[in-house]
C-alpha cells in the first residue's frame, strides 16, 4: 500500500506546485478571447449601429419631405378648389376679368403660390401672379370683347390690387392651348399639371387645376393655380441630413423635380429650358444614386412602397431610401435620400479603437492581478482540502493550519474543533455506555418483566444518541455553514472548490448517517408516530418520480413511472415517511443498476389500498444477501456502491412499512435484477393540498426594499459567524449576542426585525429569551426563529409554544434559512444572473409539482370576480405562477 501511496503523493504534488499556472492561463486566455470578441462586436455593432442611425435618419428626412409635400401643395389644391368654388356658385362674374384680377391679386397676398389664373372656352384669360422677377405682383387679362384683340395685357397694380398702368403687352395669347387648362377641360376632372416656363426666369412649377362652371352645370373654363418646385428646393437645402447626405425627388420616368444641390432642375439648349434627368446630374451622388435606382428596378414605375438601399460608390458603401408620394389629383413622385456611410463611422472607429486599448490594458493588469491572487488563494485551499479527504477516510487527528483569510482560518479552526469533539465524544461514549451498562444491570434485576428493560434500554439509548447527535451537530453547524459560505461567495479555483465540495458531502455524509441512526433509535423506542394529511396524491407521486429520472438519467439508464389510471387524486398519509421510503428504494434501485432501467408502478386496489412496486434491472442478489439487506449497517453487493449509503435505508423502510400496516416483499435473481413492493391503506381524502416548492432562480445577492437587522443570540461564536457570514454579504444588518440577557439588551437598542435564537446558553436559556421578549409590548409581532442542534421534538414544540415563529435545526442549511426569511420577512430577493454554459455540468434539475391554491387564496378569487376585479385576478395568478 505504501508503494502505491507515493506515487500519487507525489503527483498531488506536482499539481499543486502548477495550480499558479492553472489559475493564471485560463484566466488570461479567458479575457484574451474577452478583449478578441469585443473588438469584433465593437465593429460589428459600430456597423450595426451605422444601419440603424442612417435608416432612422433616411426615414425621418424622408417623412419630413413628405410632410413639406402635403403641405407646399396643398395649397394650391384647397385654393383652386376654393375659386373653383366660387365660380360654380357664382360669385365672380367671368366676363369681368377685371374683378377676378383683383381678387385673384388678394388671394397672392395670403398664399404662398405663383400664379392664379381662369381661363374660359371662350378665350379670355384672367390672371394675377408673380410674373417678374423683382417679385411684385401684377394682373393679366386676355378679353376680345373688351380689348377687340386676343392680346395679353399685363399690369401693374397698387396697394389695393387696382391697376394702375399697363406693364407689357406679351402679343397673342391662347390660353385654351396650354395643357394646364386643356387637359382638365378634355377630361372634366381636377388634376396637376407640370410645365417647364420658356422665358425669363425659366421657372418649372406644377400648377392645381379645376374646371368650373355655370349655374346650369356647363363647362365654361378651368382654374389653375401655379406653384414654383424651386421652393421645394429650397426646403431639401435646408434640411440637414449628413456631412455630405443628398436628398431629391424624381418623377416616375426620371426626371428631376426640385434637389438639395444647389442646381437647377433643367439645362438651356438654343435658348430654351429642357428638363433635366436625375441621372444627369452634376452632382456625383444625386447621378449615380438615380442610375442605381434605373439599373435595379429597371423602371422607376416598379417602386411601389418604401425601399431601403445599399450601393458602392467609390468604394464606400452609401445607404439609399426611396419613398413614393403621391396625391388625390394625379401626383405621382419619387423622395430620395441617400447618405454616405464615411458620414457615420469617423466616431464609431474612434471608440472602437479606444475600447480595443482599454481591453489590452486590462489584460496586462488581468494577468499580474492573476499571478498574485493565485499564490495567496491557492495554498490555504489546498490544506483544507487534504484535511477534508483525511477526515473523511477516518483520520479524526488531523489538524488545519491557520490562514491569512478570514473566512478560510475561521474553517480551519471549524475542522479543528470537530476533531476534538469528536475525540472527546468517542472517549465519552466509552465511559457513558459503561455507565449505561451498570444502569440497564441494576434495572434489569429491578425491573418486573422484559419489556420494562427493553424500555429502559431503548430511553436510554434514544437520550444518549440524541445527546451525542446535538454535540455533532454543533461543529457539523460551523463546517457545513462555511463550506455553503464560501461555495455562495468566494472566488475558488477548480481545484479549491472540489476541496471544498468535499468538504461539504463530508459533512451532508456524517449529518446523514446522524439522522439516520436517530431515526432507527426512534423507531425501535417506538416513539415514531405516523401523521398523516390530506395530500394531492398524483402531485407528489410525480414529485418522487422526477427526483429519482433525474438520477437515473445522470447514470444514462431508463426511469419508467407507470401510474394507476384509477388512483385517487387526495388520500391521507404521512408524506414524509412514503416519501422517505420509496425514494429509498428508488435510489437503492438506480444505484445498482448499470444498464437497462428501473420502474416505478402504483396500483389501485380494492378497500382503498395502494400497492407500490420498484423494479430493476441491476446486479439482483442472492438468497444469503436477501437475508441481511433489511438489518441495520448491513450492505451487501460491490463494495464500491455500499460506500455510498450508511446502510440504514432498507432497515429504517422496512420499519416505517411495518408502522403502516404491511411489510417490504422483495424477490431477486443474479444479473437478472430485483423487485420491492408492498401495499398500504391510504382513505381518500376531498380536500388536499400539495406543498409549495421554492425554485431556484440563482444566486441571491439581495433583496428589494429597506435594510432589515436581524439580531443572532448564540453562545458559541462559530455558530454565530455562520449565521453572519451567510447574511452579511445579501445586505441584512446583523448584530450578535452570546446570551439571552445581551440578547434582550441588544433588542432593546437595536430593535430588529428578526431574532434567531439558540435554545442552550449561559445566564439566560432560548426559552427564558421568548418569553421575555414576548412579555414587552414592542417584540409582541417580531419574528422569532429558534435555530438549535437539539433534536428532541419537545424541545421544538415547547420553542413554539413559547413564542417563536419557526423552528431551523442546526447544522443550518442557506435555503431552509432565506426560504424563512422570504417568508416572514415578506423578502424579494435579487438574483445574480446564471450562466447556464458553466453551471450546466453542476446544476441537478429541480423537480416539479402540481401545487393546487390554498382554500383562502381560492375564496380571495371568488370574490375579486365577483368585484369584477379583473386586474387583482391577474395580479395574484401571476403570484401563483
Not at 486566455?29 to 460589428?44: K, N
Request: net charge negative; aromatic share 6%.
Amino acid at each position: 500500500m505504501q508503494s502505491k501511496s507515493n506515487p500519487q503523493t507525489s503527483a498531488s504534488r506536482s499539481r499543486w506546485l502548477s495550480l499558479r499556472s492553472i489559475l493564471v492561463i485560463p484566466f488570461v486566455l479567458q479575457v484574451s478571447a474577452a478583449v478578441g470578441l469585443i473588438g469584433y462586436l465593437s465593429v460589428r455593432n459600430g456597423q450595426q449601429a451605422v444601419n440603424d442611425l442612417a435608416s432612422q435618419l433616411r426615414g425621418e428626412v424622408s417623412d419630413r419631405i413628405h410632410q413639406h409635400l402635403d403641405s407646399y401643395l396643398n395649397t394650391g389644391r384647397n385654393l383652386a378648389e376654393i375659386n373653383g368654388g366660387a365660380m360654380d356658385m357664382g360669385l365672380l362674374d367671368p366676363d369681368n376679368p377685371q374683378q377676378i384680377g383683383q381678387f385673384f391679386w388678394k388671394q397672392l397676398q395670403l398664399y404662398n403660390v405663383g400664379y392664379i389664373s381662369l381661363c374660359l372656352k371662350t378665350g379670355d384669360f384672367a390672371a394675377a401672379g408673380r410674373y417678374f422677377q423683382d417679385g411684385r405682383i401684377t394682373v393679366e387679362e386676355v378679353s376680345k370683347k373688351r380689348n377687340g384683340n386676343q392680346h395679353s395685357y399685363v399690369y401693374n397694380t397698387d396697394k389695393q390690387g387696382n391697376r394702375t398702368n399697363l406693364a407689357v403687352d406679351t402679343g397673342p395669347y391662347v390660353a385654351m392651348q396650354e395643357a394646364w387648362c386643356e387637359q382638365p377641360m378634355k377630361v372634366g376632372k381636377s388634376m396637376w399639371t407640370l410645365y417647364q416656363w420658356q422665358s425669363p426666369p425659366y421657372t418649372l412649377s406644377v400648377s392645381a387645376n379645376r374646371p368650373v362652371y355655370d349655374k346650369n352645370k356647363n363647362l365654361i373654363g378651368v382654374i389653375g393655380v401655379d406653384q414654383r418646385l424651386t421652393q421645394i428646393s429650397d426646403f431639401l437645402q435646408q434640411l440637414k441630413v449628413s456631412p455630405s447626405g443628398k436628398t431629391f425627388i424624381l418623377e416616375r420616368n426620371g426626371l428631376l423635380i426640385a434637389s438639395s444641390n444647389k442646381e437647377q432642375p433643367f439645362t438651356l439648349v438654343n435658348g430654351k429650358a429642357k428638363r433635366l434627368q436625375g441621372s444627369d446630374s452634376k452632382d456625383p451622388l444625386i447621378e449615380a444614386t438615380a442610375k442605381h435606382l434605373t439599373e435595379r428596378f429597371n423602371n422607376l414605375s416598379n417602386i411601389k412602397d418604401n425601399q431601403s438601399l445599399e450601393f458602392q460608390l467609390n468604394d464606400q458603401r452609401h445607404f439609399v431610401q426611396v419613398a413614393p408620394w403621391r396625391d388625390e389629383w394625379g401626383l405621382d413622385w419619387l423622395v430620395v435620400v441617400a447618405v454616405p456611410e464615411a458620414d457615420f463611422m469617423e466616431r464609431i472607429n474612434a471608440n472602437t479603437r479606444t475600447t480595443i486599448l482599454l481591453c489590452l490594458g486590462a489584460l496586462g493588469l488581468a494577468t499580474a492581478l492573476g499571478l498574485y491572487t493565485s499564490r495567496w488563494i491557492t495554498r490555504p485551499i489546498l490544506r483544507l482540502s487534504r484535511a477534508s479527504e483525511a477526515i473523511a477516510g477516518g483520520e479524526l487527528t488531523q489538524s488545519v493550519a491557520a490562514s491569512s483569510v478570514g473566512e478560510l482560518n475561521i474553517l480551519a479552526r471549524s475542522f479543528n474543533g470537530m476533531a476534538e469533539q469528536l475525540r472527546e465524544s468517542f472517549t465519552a461514549l466509552e465511559q457513558r455506555v459503561e455507565e449505561r451498562t451498570v444502569e440497564l444491570k441494576i434495572a434489569k434485576n429491578e425491573a418486573e418483566s422484559a419489556k420494562v428493560l427493553a424500555d429502559v434500554a431503548n430511553d436510554a439509548k434514544s437520550e444518549f444518541l440524541a445527546s451525542m447527535s446535538h454535540e455533532l451537530r454543533t461543529p457539523l453547524n460551523g463546517i457545513l455553514g462555511y463550506a455553503q459560505i464560501l461555495q455562495r461567495s468566494e472566488p475558488l479555483t477548480d481545484k479549491g472548490r472540489k476541496g471544498i465540495d468535499i468538504i461539504y458531502q463530508c459533512g451532508s455524509h456524517l449529518l446523514t448517517l446522524i439522522n439516520d441512526v436517530l431515526d432507527l433509535s426512534k423507531i425501535e423506542a417506538r416513539k415514531m408516530d405516523l401523521v398523516e394529511n390530506a395530500l394531492h396524491f398524483p402531485a407528489f407521486l410525480q414529485s418522487v418520480a422526477e427526483i429519482c429520472r433525474i438520477r437515473a438519467e445522470q447514470k444514462n439508464i431508463v426511469f419508467e413511472f407507470e401510474p394507476d389510471s384509477q388512483l385517487p387524486i387526495g388520500v391521507y398519509a404521512d408524506e414524509k415517511r412514503l416519501r422517505q421510503v420509496l425514494i429509498n428504494l428508488l435510489g437503492n434501485a438506480i444505484k445498482f443498476t448499470e444498464k437497462g432501467g428501473v420502474t416505478l408502478a402504483v396500483h389501485s386496489l380494492e378497500d382503498h389500498k395502494i400497492r407500490f412496486e420498484i423494479r430493476d434491472t441491476g446486479v439482483g442478489m442472492t438468497p444469503d444477501q436477501l437475508e441481511k439487506i433489511f438489518l441495520p449497517f448491513e450492505q451487501v453487493g460491490d463494495t464500491k456502491k455500499q460506500s455510498e449509503g450508511t446502510g440504514l435505508g432498507l432497515a429504517i423502510s422496512q420499519k416505517i412499512v411495518l408502522l403502516m400496516g404491511s411489510a417490504l416483499e422483495v424477490s431477486s435473481q443474479i444479473g437478472a435484477g430485483s423487485t420491492f413492493g408492498f401495499e398500504v391503506t391510504l382513505p381518500e381524502a376531498e380536500h388536499w393540498v400539495t406543498e409549495s416548492r421554492v425554485v431556484s432562480q440563482g444566486t441571491i445577492e439581495g433583496y428589494q426594499g429597506n435594510r432589515r437587522k436581524i439580531l443572532v443570540v448564540d453562545d458559541r461564536w462559530e455558530n454565530r459567524s455562520v449565521v453572519v457570514n451567510l447574511l452579511e454579504p445579501i445586505g441584512f444588518q446583523l448584530i450578535e449576542a452570546s446570551n439571552g440577557h445581551e440578547g434582550i439588551e441588544q433588542a432593546l437598542m437595536t430593535q430588529p426585525d428578526l431574532i434567531i435564537t439558540d435554545l442552550a446558553m449561559p445566564i439566560l436559556n432560548g426559552f427564558g429569551l421568548i418569553q421575555k421578549l414576548r412579555s414587552l409590548s414592542q417584540f409582541q409581532d417580531t419574528i422569532l426563529l429558534v435555530s438549535s442542534a437539539s433534536v428532541f421534538e419537545s424541545d421544538q414544540y415547547k420553542s413554539l409554544n413559547a413564542g417563536a415563529n419557526a423552528f431551523l435545526p442546526k447544522p443550518v442549511q442557506t435555503d431552509t434559512l432565506l426560504n424563512l426569511l422570504q417568508q416572514y420577512l415578506k423578502l424579494e430577493w435579487i438574483y445574480q444572473e446564471i450562466d447556464n454554459s458553466k453551471n450546466a455540468e453542476i446544476e441537478s434539475p429541480i423537480s416539479t409539482e402540481i401545487i393546487a391554491p390554498s382554500q383562502v387564496i381560492l375564496k380571495q378569487l371568488c370574490e375579486l370576480h365577483e368585484e369584477g376585479e379583473i386586474d387583482l385576478i391577474i395580479e395574484v395568478a401571476q403570484q401563483l405562477q
